[in-house]
């Protein structure tokens, strides 16, 4: 069961608050600048690891794992405790401590729990507020994916991510070297092995057709960030549709009916942007054999007139 304050009826700001307002002060007072939502959402999440295995405390935050990682429920949190302007660097919005509230506003909480909610909350900064949000969910996948599958879709989506990002490739051609597209076949083949198809069965079909059709992509010689692109719209899906209903804590009921409510329609749009996709692939080989047909019969009717001379 979470740990709650001493005062049982101030429910609005609660351990899961204060340890978001400690995260928010800490960042500020030793980044100085502003801080992104993916990259606090994961730092909230590292400060409750850390407090379950290392002080044995469990404080309710609600997070679940999204697409890269876990995230922090921030809708289930009192906004008292932050302030989010527009960002001034990024799109989005940026983090900060909300003015308005004081470590006063968290007395009726037990001073030991708050003691080690200040403690971790300074020992994650000192450790981690220096990387950005990629490398925080690296983290995340390095140290505690929740399925093998989570980490051989990870190591997927950054090789992906390495070639499209890559400022050396200056033509299409880059994307179909041999050697790249071997070595994403071979990852594809680890997806593949570590599908666990018993606990992931609703969407198992879908992901088969996934797979099937980013390697007739990848056979045709599709580009790095079209390979990506269609890996995320996968991923997405299965976050929505599976992942956070398997590894969540502390979502309250109403969060999960919403969520149920949104599944069916992502796994139908999912299934409908994989058979779109699949029959544009299927579509564009077909032109090329085409294509290739006219070329042949072009260069044996050239050969036949030169042979004539």
């Known amino acids: 069961m979470a740990e709650s304050g001493a005062d049982e009826s101030d429910a609005n700001l609660g351990p899961p608050e204060y340890l978001v307002y400690r995260i928010l002060w800490e960042l500020r007072e030793n980044t100085g600048g502003e801080t992104g939502r993916t990259k606090f959402h994961k730092l909230c999440v590292l400060a409750d690891r850390k407090l379950s295995q290392e002080y044995d405390r469990d404080i309710g935050l609600p997070q679940y794992w999204y697409k890269y990682g876990k995230t922090l429920a921030e809708s289930e949190i009192n906004d008292r405790v932050t302030f ?21 506003d968290f007395d009726h909480l037990d001073e030991d729990l708050k003691d080690d909610i200040f403690q971790v909350a300074i020992e994650v900064v000192a450790e ?7 490398e925080l969910e690296q983290y995340q996948y390095e140290n505690f994916p929740p399925h093998e599958f989570v980490t051989a879709y990870g190591n997927f989506r950054w090789y992906l991510a390495s070639i499209a990002l890559d ?24 997806m593949l092995i570590s599908f666990d198809e018993e606990a992931f069965a609703e969407i198992y079909d879908l992901y088969v057709d996934w797979d099937d059709t980013i390697r007739l992509l990848n056979e045709e010689g599709a580009s790095a960030r079209e390979l990506l692109d269609f890996t995320e719209t996968f991923i997405e899906a299965m976050a929505k549709a599976v992942l956070r209903f398997k590894d969540r804590e502390h979502i309250s009921e109403d969060r999960l ?10 796994l139908n749009d999912l299934e409908t942007k ?9 579509s564009g080989r077909s032109l090329s054999g085409e294509l290739q047909e006219v070329s042949d019969s072009y260069n044996e009717t050239i050969s036949n007139e030169l042979e004539e001379f």
Not at 85 to 104: D, F, K, L
Request: hydrophobic residues 20%; aromatic residues 8%; negative net charge.
């Open 84 to 104: 989010t302007p527009t960002s001034n660097h990024r799109r989005g919005y940026a983090y900060y401590p909300a003015e308005q509230v004081s470590e006063s």
């Open 128 to 134: 981690h507020g220096d990387k950005d949000y990629q």
């Open 167 to 190: 400022r050396d490739q200056k033509t299409i051609e880059h994307f179909t070297d041999p050697a790249a597209k071997s070595r994403i076949e071979e990852l594809l083949d680890e």
């Open 257 to 266: 009916t919403e969520w149920k409510k949104e599944k069916q329609k992502v």
């Open 274 to 282: 994989i058979e779109r996709r699949r029959e544009s692939a299927l």
